[in-house]
Each structure stands twice: as structure tokens, then as C-alpha cells.
């Protein structure tokens, strides 16, 4: 089946819109889990005061304020996101933090309205994977970015690593709801091989890249907690749980909860290991 870009971009544009308040509400408890990925890109990146970054795909927008507390009142960083839902989230974020050196913009990652050579550093969390044309974002990314500045960003690995996806998605499968993952497709794991990381970043023009793997755990006060994070910020399962009729809805959740028992703590609590590349270059 050949896969339809338009349609991908404007169903994963709905969806992300639908996830905004979700990021929203959850933006502490993503913050305290994977405050340290963010911590990781800024590192590589480096950020000098009076610089110019730009944050691609940047969800509720604090890898944006972590970079702007870098670049400091001298310096600028462009908060993209192709939601404006996810836009409007990032924008309250900023406003709260008190930084005035953040601009918020919607723009697709694969088609930047900004000039070639225009910014110094640029990070991306967990948004490449997602796009419909990784190649084309990647490509736009080297366009913007100025010779020898820095990219840095984060792709998930692969499933076997990170059961908070990959647990409820094998049972979305295994009841028919979602179909096996088609080799090239956008998806959460779609850039989990590292030879496709480095064959999609040298094909856009930059270095070899580094990879390193950066591992944490998602934890969950209970199982409505694990639910709430996956129906209202998991981005494609969320779109596809949404979508079902309440019965089948229930029913999936009964057996999504049977699925990740094995995650279960003896305190109610659940906690399930996730592993994302951490990737730099210029
Ligand atoms: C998993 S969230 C990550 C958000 C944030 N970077 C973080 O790590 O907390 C993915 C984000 O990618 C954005 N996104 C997906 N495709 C995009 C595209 N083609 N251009 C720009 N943003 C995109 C979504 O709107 C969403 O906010």
C-alpha cells in the first residue's frame, strides 16, 4: 500500500491538536521524568548567549525555555510547532516562565518559513519520527541551520525498549485496531534503527552523527494514570483508543491493563523503562 503523505499530515495534525491539553496538564510529570533528555540536547547543542536557536516540534515548549535561559536577553529561540493548539500551550508555558527572548511560531517542520543560514543551533525532541518525510524536515533543518551549527534531537529506540508504547500498541494489533508497523511509515518508532538515523541525517547534509542512548522510566501513580498519559498525550495510539466505540473502548482498556501488569509495583504503582537516541551533529 503506498503511503498517502497529505493524508498522514493532516490526520497527525488533528491528533496532535487533540493531545494539546493533555501536554498541557501532564507538562510536570513529563518535566520531572524527562527533564534530562531536554538537559542532554542543550548540552550538545550548546547554546551562547546572544545566539539564535530554533526548537523544531516543540510540544508544550520547555526544551525551548531551557534553551532560552541559555541565549539569554541577547539572544533569540524560534518555539515551533505545526499545531497551533500545541503553539498556544507552549506560549502559556513561556509567557509563565517570564522569558521574553522566546518567539512562538506554527510552522511545519518540512516547509520552514526561515532564511537559509538564519539560526545558530537547533533541537528537536521526539519529532522527526513523526513526520511524514523525515528526509524533507531533516533537509530544511540543514538549510536553516548556519554551516558548522549544531543539531541536536531525540528519536525513540526501539519497541523491546520502551513497553509504555509498545505494550498498549501490541494489543491494539493483536485486536485488529492498528495495523502492523509498515517499514518506512511515520511512527514513535519509526527512526529506532540507528542506521536509519544515520542514512536520513548524512542525507541531509550533515556529519556523521553521535548517538547515545539515554534511558529513564515513565511512572505512573496507578493504572488510570498510565490510561490518562495514554489516551491524552500518546499522540497515534491516543488517536486510535479515542476512536473506538465506549465498549470496545473498555474493552481494550481491560486488556491493556492485563498487558502491562508485569509493570505493576507492589505499591499500586506502575513503571515501565523507555529508551530514546540522543543524537548530535553539524
Ligand atoms: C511527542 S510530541 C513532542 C513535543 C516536545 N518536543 C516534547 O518532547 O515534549 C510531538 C510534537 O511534534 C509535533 N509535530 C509533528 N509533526 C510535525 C511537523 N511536521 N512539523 C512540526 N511539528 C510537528 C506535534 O504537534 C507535537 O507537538
Not at 513561556?94 to 537547533?122: F, H, P, T
Not at 524533507?136 to 525513540?156: C, N, P
Not at 474493552?251 to 513503571?271: C, H, L, N, Q, W
Request: proline content about 6%; some cysteine; hydrophobic content about 40%.
Amino acid at each position: 500500500m503506498s503511503f498517502d503523505h497529505d493524508a498522514y499530515r493532516a490526520q497527525s495534525l488533528a491528533t496532535w491538536g487533540e493531545m494539546a491539553t493533555g501536554w498541557e496538564d501532564r507538562r510536570d510529570w513529563m518535566m520531572n521524568i524527562t527533564g534530562q533528555v531536554n538537559s542532554w540536547l542543550v548540552t550538545k547543542t550548546d547554546p551562547q548567549p546572544g545566539q539564535n536557536f530554533l526548537d523544531i516540534a516543540a510540544g508544550a515548549g520547555d526544551l525551548s525555555i531551557a534553551v532560552a535561559e541559555c541565549v539569554g536577553g541577547g539572544g533569540h529561540v524560534i518555539s515551533s510547532d505545526f499545531s497551533p493548539k500545541m503553539i498556544d500551550v507552549a506560549r502559556r508555558n513561556g509567557v509563565a516562565s517570564g522569558l521574553a527572548n522566546i518567539e512562538y511560531r506554527v510552522m511545519d517542520a518540512e516547509e520552514m518559513e526561515l532564511g537559509d543560514n538564519s539560526v545558530d543551533g537547533v533541537v528537536c525532541r521526539w519529532g522527526y519520527m513523526l513526520m511524514a518525510d523525515p528526509a524533507t524536515a531533516l533537509g530544511e533543518t540543514r538549510r536553516v541551520l548556519r554551516d558548522a551549527g549544531r543539531l541536536a534531537f531525540a528519536v525513540w529506540t526501539t519497541p523491546d525498549r520502551n513497553p509504555w508504547a509498545s505494550v498498549p500498541a501490541m494489543t491494539l494489533i493483536q485486536r485488529g485496531h492498528l495495523p502492523p508497523p509498515e517499514p518506512g511509515a511515520p511512527g514513535i518508532f519509526a527512526m529506532g534503527d540507528p542506521g536509519r538515523i544515520k542514512e536520513l541525517v548524512t542525507g541531509a547534509g550533515f556529519a556523521e552523527p553521535d548517538l547515545e542512548v539515554i534511558e529513564f522510566e515513565f511512572r505512573y501513580a496507578d493504572f488510570d494514570d498510565f490510561w490518562d498519559a495514554l489516551v491524552r498525550i500518546a499522540g497515534p495510539l491516543a488517536r486510535v483508543l479515542n476512536a473506538l466505540p465506549e465498549d470496545e473502548r473498555l474493552s481494550t482498556r481491560t486488556a491493556i491493563m492485563k498487558s502491562v501488569e508485569p509493570y505493576r509495583k507492589a505499591d499500586g504503582t506502575y513503571v515501565t523503562p523507555a529508551a530514546t537516541w540522543g543524537v548530535s551533529t553539524r
